[in-house]
């Protein structure tokens, strides 16, 4: 038997011209479409994580936007990806934080994705170099996922 999973996927994209209180309107509608997925039998949401991009991505706080989503929902799965690994955006240890707290108020309901960013505004917006990025990648992914040892543990 195949099972056919339904989900929502936002960048918050805002084209020009800007005006007053479209940014508040577009996340108000993205949090009430949640809520109606939700309602509906949607099985996810998952919002993205990009920074500088003006018109591409309104999307720099995705924790944000999906905790306001797990006090509207009850059921639906948030999926928090990419969040950005080079640690000159966001330390490995306070993604673990945000991300174990998101799974804490939404009842257990975060999946977690990352990647290493790709744009030059991206990268450039925070000093990493493009080729640095996979290499940072590389070593933060492991501290995401590996327990910190017991206290008092010899370290090797």
Do not use: C
């Not at 030059?120 to 327990?147: I, N, Y």
Request: net charge negative; glycine share 8%; no cysteine.
């Amino acid at each position: 038997m195949v099972t056919i999973r339904f989900g929502l996927f936002y960048e918050h994209q805002l084209p020009r011209p800007w005006s007053d209180g479209q940014e508040l309107k577009l996340y108000q509608d993205a949090l009430d479409q949640v809520e109606i997925a939700d309602r509906v039998g949607f099985d996810y949401v998952w919002e993205v994580e990009h920074h500088f991009l003006e018109e591409y991505s309104h999307s720099s706080a995705p924790e944000v936007f999906l905790g306001a989503a797990s006090q509207r929902t009850k059921r639906i799965r948030l999926g928090h990806g990419i969040v950005q690994l080079p640690p000159a955006v966001n330390h490995p240890a306070r993604i673990a934080e945000r991300i174990a707290t998101l799974d804490l108020v939404s009842g257990g309901r975060v999946d977690f994705g990352t990647g290493e960013a790709s744009s030059s505004a991206e990268l450039g917006g925070f000093g990493v170099r493009r080729t640095d990025k996979r290499a940072q990648w590389w070593r933060a992914v492991p501290l995401l996922v590996t327990p910190p040892p017991p206290e008092g543990a010899a370290s090797r």
